[in-house]
């Protein structure tokens, strides 16, 4: 079993078990966060987004030297825009939307330059990706089986944005029985009063949906892992 460190958290500490557990990054992609991509396009601030980068990096610096599983998601759709429900095409009655040709190449599309994540968090080729079409990241992708498959009980969620597609899916993830930690230094909001609230909404009611903290206490646990030797990969070359 793996040994469980207490994190410094809201409402209360949060067990981590290091080996049940899944760093799972949310829609770092390049469209969300770049000057020029698609959400800038739209009129909003992505300096809002960009704050998240650096502890993001630190972040998986350490979950990477501890050997424990890290996942990322990107949000978009099929090239033929198949898995692209009208219903969210037509939102927004913006002259632009999704599919169409856009700053980094068709919005919110595989393969597409906009839709890739941003270079400061590539992934490893050992760290799964899912492509989700929808907010959450359970909707319409493999991501509980992979889950299951590892072994993981718990998840650390990061990424953008903090009430939507990170909420959605921690959401989701609680009802399917995971107990989520998120990181408010990690996650981010082109809205910062969405932000302040998304994250209300996670650790109210005794921690309705999860538990909040930041990327220190965390870090500070995965270096004492690596001190303590216990830390094995459960990942690497596995
Ligand atoms: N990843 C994610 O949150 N997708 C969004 O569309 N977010 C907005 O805040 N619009």
């Given at each position: 079993m793996s040994k469980v460190a207490k994190i410094a958290a809201e409402p209360y500490a949060f067990e981590f078990a290091p080996h049940q557990c899944a760093l799972l990054i949310i829609d770092m992609q390049r469209d969300f966060l770049e000057p020029g991509g698609f959400g800038e396009m739209l009129g909003n601030d992505v300096s809002q987004l960009r704050r998240t980068i650096e502890p993001n990096k630190r972040l998986l610096a350490a979950w990477r030297a501890a050997g424990l599983l890290a996942m990322h998601t990107r949000e978009g759709h099929r090239p033929d825009l198949a898995d692209l429900p009208p219903a969210k095409k037509a939102r927004g009655r913006s002259a632009t939307t999704i599919g169409d040709a856009g700053p980094?190449?068709?919005?919110?599309?595989?393969?597409?330059p906009g839709h890739d994540i941003i270079a400061e968090l590539y992934p490893e080729p050992s760290e799964p990706v899912i492509d989700k079409p929808g907010k959450g990241a359970f909707h319409a992708t493999d991501l509980h089986a992979i889950l299951q498959h590892r072994g993981v009980k718990q998840l650390v969620v990061t990424g953008v944005t903090t009430e939507v597609c990170v909420n959605t899916t921690v959401r989701e993830a609680n009802d399917r029985g995971y107990e989520c930690l998120v990181l408010e230094d990690c996650v981010g909001s082109y809205f910062p009063e969405f932000h302040a609230m998304g994250l209300k909404m996670i650790k109210a009611q005794g921690g309705i949906f999860g538990w909040v903290s930041n990327s220190e206490p965390l870090i500070e646990a995965l270096a004492a892992l690596g001190e303590s030797g216990s830390s094995k990969p459960h990942t690497k070359g596995a």
């Open positions: 980094m190449g068709r919005i919110l599309v595989r393969g597409e």
